[in-house]
Every structure is written in structure tokens, then in C-alpha cells.
Nanobody
Framework: VQLQASGGGLVEAGGSLRLSCTASGRTLSAYVMAWFRQAPGQEREFVAGINKSRVRKYYADSVKGRFTISGDNAKPTMYLQMNNLKPDDTAVYSC??????????????????WGQGTQVTVSS
């Protein structure tokens, strides 16, 4: 499956952005989905994941309470709503998918498909 992330941009601290991840030619209902991010000079880190039924969600501690992952299995799109953004959230955000099931109780790391990232920059 081919994924494309979009919706990034420049925002002031405290602001909001909504990222979208769109699959080409198919819905995402067969996949566990996740968002990752990578800041300059740092390793890629897990941000949020959602299971195939879109019921179970898991967040990194650094974004819990501020970010919300969601998806509609009738559509080929997943979202990441980011509120109360902080300068530390500045990174390239990428979406990813995998076919294997996931319990929704721990961070994801082993994904099958990756999309190109979208830059999020939060100014102080």
C-alpha cells in the first residue's frame, strides 16, 4: 500500500494542526496504522497507533492528552489531530501501516509500509 502524509506546516506554540495519511487505491481497514516522527539529529520515534477496528489507540507519553489519532475504515485516510503544540514537537511526521494484528497496549515499531513525511515546525 502506498501512503502519503500531508497537513504539516509552521505553527506557533499552543496552536493546532491536523495531519492526514492517505492510501492510494484502497481503504486502510486491513492495516494497523501509526504515526512516527523524527527530529533533526534524533532517531525516529513512535507517536501514536490505532488498531484495525479503530477502537484501540496508544500514544507516546510526550503527546498523550494533546494528540488524537483517528481513522474511518470506509475511507482511505487516517488522521492525527495535534493540539497545544510545543517546540519539541517539531519534526518530520510519517505515517505507517502493517498487516499483522496489534494489541494496542504498547508502542509500535515493526511496520510494513511507510509514507513520505510531512514537516511540522512549532515556533516558540
Amino acid at each position: 500500500v502506498q501512503l502519503q502524509a500531508s497537513g504539516g506546516g509552521l505553527v506557533e506554540a499552543g496552536g493546532s494542526l491536523r495531519l492526514s495519511c492517505t492510501a492510494s487505491g484502497r481503504t486502510l481497514s486491513a492495516y494497523v496504522m501509526a504515526w512516527f516522527r523524527q527530529a533533526p539529529g534524533q532517531e525516529r520515534e513512535f507517536v501514536a497507533g490505532i488498531n484495525k477496528s479503530r477502537v484501540r489507540k496508544y500514544y507516546a507519553d510526550s503527546v498523550k492528552g494533546r494528540f488524537t489519532i483517528s481513522g474511518d475504515n470506509a475511507k482511505p485516510t487516517m488522521y492525527l489531530q495535534m493540539n497545544n503544540l510545543k517546540p519539541d514537537d517539531t519534526a518530520v511526521y510519517s505515517c505507517a501501516a502493517r498487516g499483522r494484528a496489534w494489541s494496542g497496549t504498547h508502542p509500535l515499531s515493526d511496520m510494513d509500509y511507510w509514507g513520505q513525511g510531512t514537516q511540522v515546525t512549532v515556533s516558540s
